[in-house]
């Protein structure tokens, strides 16, 4: 089945993408009787493709064109942009963190995540030496952030040890080394960060660990979202893309040597130091092990806590009932294939 060559989108080209797409256009008909590919756009939301490699890697493998599906690929859309997007029909799947883009006000009930594959990727962080093993031990204390966009997750991690704001201090100390280096001046008790983060500040002799969050550990991040409205009407193609993203995680998960060779063929930026990429894909895999393994299944009172805690800081408005966010409605029949066949594909590294 013929399909386009990987693309990124600009804002431009996005006119003859909504040309192409329109809400309820899709149909029910399954993979094997399309006569043509069905055309689609999506964009996973990160700054680095390394952490959602799987939206890029399906391509190449021919899961996504397997499944009938002609995909475009906006790469990493402006911040804050995405759930726009979703809601405007200029992407049909969003790949959306709930780290900063909970649902929230009017977006409440317009959207879901239906296929939730990543873990809450932030950690509080202090010096392996250091006294201070829970959160609630930086009660008067100063936490460092990357930057001001910190602050949403650093009152959400907070409050899972119930400090609340005031009772703690913050301080932007920039990412990766400069948050390092600021831990050992002694500017900051403590600071926000992710696995590329501590990558970043051990590579230069600074050993980190990482301390307990209380109620706010074990959170979820997200993961493929789109409009309940689409889920409704295209739950066919929601289904076949969920498919062909699951196999890709296989590959990212079975084979991250092979994966980062894809990657390195479709989004060459991304791999430009191999030994530093594969630390951060195995460092990705072991944070987003759990997803994996419960092949995406949520628990509904683990995001029923994480939105009560939002709440409770004012990130949310208000809290609601988790149902109202996410789905597993789609899984069984997205893991509908031969996981074993896919697998052993995957460590044979053939496709």
Not at 70 to 82: A, E, H, T, Y
Not at 93 to 106: D, E, I, K, Q, R
Not at 143 to 153: I, K, Q, T, V, Y
Request: no cysteine; aromatic share 8%; proline share 5%.
């Amino acid at each position: 089945m013929k399909t386009k060559s990987l693309g990124y989108l600009s804002a431009a080209a996005l006119l003859t993408t909504l040309q192409l797409f329109t809400p309820g256009s899709f149909g029910s008909m399954s993979a094997s009787a399309q006569t043509k590919p069905v055309h689609i756009t999506i964009a996973p939301m990160t700054p680095s493709p390394v952490a959602w490699a799987a939206y890029f890697i399906a391509k190449p493998l021919g899961y996504y064109a397997a499944e009938g599906l002609d995909v475009d690929i906006i790469k990493n859309p402006p911040r804050g942009s995405l759930m726009s997007m979703l809601l405007t029909n200029q992407v049909l799947f969003g790949g959306m963190s709930s780290v900063n883009n909970m649902p929230n006000g009017a977006t409440l009930g317009k959207v879901k995540w239906f296929l939730n594959h990543e873990m809450f990727p932030f950690k509080v962080m202090v010096l392996d030496n250091s006294p201070i093993k829970d959160v609630k031990e930086l009660r008067g204390k100063t936490l460092g952030m990357r930057s001001a966009n910190d602050e949403p997750a650093a009152k959400l991690m907070m409050a899972g040890g119930d400090l609340k704001q005031g009772e703690f201090k913050t301080l932007v100390v920039g990412p990766g080394v400069p948050g390092g280096a600021a831990l050992k001046r002694g500017a900051a008790d403590a600071i926000i960060g992710t696995v590329v983060d501590r990558m970043e500040i051990e590579a230069t002799g600074v050993k980190l660990r990482a301390i307990d969050l209380g109620r706010a550990n074990g959170m979820y991040n997200g993961g493929a979202m789109a409009t309940t409205d689409e889920l409704v009407k295209n739950k066919d193609v929601a289904v076949r893309f969920g498919r062909a993203l699951t196999k890709g995680y296989i590959w990212v998960n079975e084979n991250p040597d092979a994966s980062l060779d894809l990657l390195a063929k479709v989004v060459p930026e991304a791999v430009q130091n191999r030994e530093t990429t594969k630390k951060l894909m195995l460092a990705l895999n072991d944070n987003n092990r759990a997803r994996y393994d419960a092949k995406f299944r949520v628990d509904s009172q683990v995001y029923q806590r994480q939105i009560d805690l939002e709440a409770s800081v004012g990130i949310l408005q208000h809290s609601f009932p988790a149902k109202d966010v996410f789905t597993d409605d789609l899984l069984d029949e997205i893991w509908k294939f031969d996981v074993e066949a896919v697998k052993k594909q995957a460590r044979a590294g053939k496709y």
